[in-house]
């Protein structure tokens, strides 16, 4: 099975401040990856796909890119609704394997 | 709006089988596959597999093949998870989800907690 190292596993940072959020695949998946968020007792919900789409409805603060093994999840200028924890999952290869989530906080 | 309403929270015995359904609604059943997915806090996010809701073909994650069973009932639009063999490993949230690759539609999980 694909492995997916996520980093940091937990985030602290302020409002309007931009986060980065890393995934690693143990091999290329070929940007067969999405983004998801969860907040508290919520199901996953969808912010990206095919690494670097934004899923309907998704604000454009958010952003993903990356290729090969290495991808990345960007919040910009972050807001109080955005404290949560997220996940990438990879969908390249069966069975699909999700990274382990960061939790982020405010500062 | 596609909705994905889950069964309630089980509480079973080291041994017994738990079936949680997942009804659709809000889009044509048939037009998308299922997916299954299991949450904990130590092994975080598994994908268990998923369910063609036209034909009921499965495609199982290795792990859970003889620990899951997947079927449908397409007259209620309802798809169903069967959990067997049950040990507290297999305590966690469990969620059903709308697509193959990635899931724009989840339900809003079934916790199964299982203890003497």
């Known amino acids: 099975d694909i492995q997916m190292t996520q980093s940091p596993a937990s985030l602290s940072a302020s409002l309007g401040e931009t986060v980065t959020i890393e995934c690693r695949a143990s091999e290329d998946i070929y940007n067969g990856l999405a983004w998801y968020q969860q907040k508290p007792g919520k199901s996953p919900q969808l912010l990206i796909y095919?690494?670097?789409s934004l899923h309907t409805g998704v604000p454009s603060r958010f952003s993903g890119s990356g290729s090969g093994t290495q991808y990345s999840l960007k919040i910009n200028s972050l807001q109080s609704e955005d404290v949560a924890s997220y996940f990438c999952q990879q969908y390249y290869d069966y069975p699909w394997t999700f990274g382990g989530g960061t939790k982020l906080e405010l500062k | 709006q596609v909705q994905l309403q889950q069964s309630g929270a089980e509480l079973a015995k080291p041994g017994s089988s738990v079936k949680i359904s997942c009804k659709a609604s809000g889009y044509t059943f048939t037009s998308y596959y299922i997916s299954w997915i299991k949450q904990t806090t130590g092994q975080g996010l598994e994908y268990i597999g998923y369910?063609?809701?036209?034909?009921?073909?499965?495609n199982y994650n290795e792990k859970f093949k003889g620990k899951a069973t997947l079927t449908v009932d397409k007259s209620s639009s309802t798809a169903f998870m069967q959990l067997s063999s049950l040990t507290p490993d297999d305590s966690a949230v469990y969620y059903c989800?709308?697509?193959?690759?990635?899931?724009?539609?989840w339900g809003q999980g079934t916790l199964v907690t299982v203890s003497s």
């Open positions: 989800a709308v697509g193959t690759y990635s899931f724009a539609y």
């Open positions: 095919n690494a670097n």
């Open positions: 369910i063609n809701t036209g034909s009921g073909g499965t």
